[in-house]
């Protein structure tokens, strides 16, 4: 059974920084793409950023417009885990953010729900003004 293990959300003022993280465990992966989605109270989940890794290991970060500039996401394949450090922090960053995985690629892209299979618990960032 895959596990998405999430860790680093809280509360911080307007401007400030969070680091999330979360690791995928559970089973070997061979190939693996890990993104972060966000959802605020009323809202649909939206995507944030994912990362994917080519043949060699490299990672390939993708964004939402939205959080280009601000938020950067890198990953550790050796680790199977994926983090988001977030600047500048806006009170419209306010949400759940969720860590998913996607544990066979084939796509070229990964920028809907539905693209990922495995999901975290979710935690909580809010951003005061």
């Known amino acids: 059974q895959v596990q998405l293990v999430e860790t680093g959300g809280g509360l911080v003022q307007a401007g400030g920084s969070l680091r999330l993280s979360c690791a995928a465990s559970?089973?070997?992966?061979?190939?693996?793409?890990m993104g972060w989605f966000r959802q605020a109270p009323g809202q649909e989940r939206e995507f944030v950023a994912y990362v994917s890794w080519g043949r060699w290991g490299s990672a390939f970060p993708y964004y939402a417009d939205s959080v280009k500039g601000r938020f950067t996401v890198s990953g550790d394949r050796a680790k199977n885990t994926v983090y988001l450090q977030m600047n500048s922090l806006k009170p419209d960053d306010t949400a759940v953010y969720y860590c998913?995985?996607?544990?066979?690629?084939?796509?070229?892209?990964?920028?809907?729900?539905?693209?990922?299979?495995?999901w975290g618990q979710g935690t909580q960032v809010t951003v005061s003004s």
């Open positions: 559970g089973r070997t992966f061979s190939r693996l793409v």
């Open positions: 998913a995985a996607n544990t066979s690629p084939s796509s070229d892209s990964y920028y809907r729900s539905q693209d990922y299979d495995y």
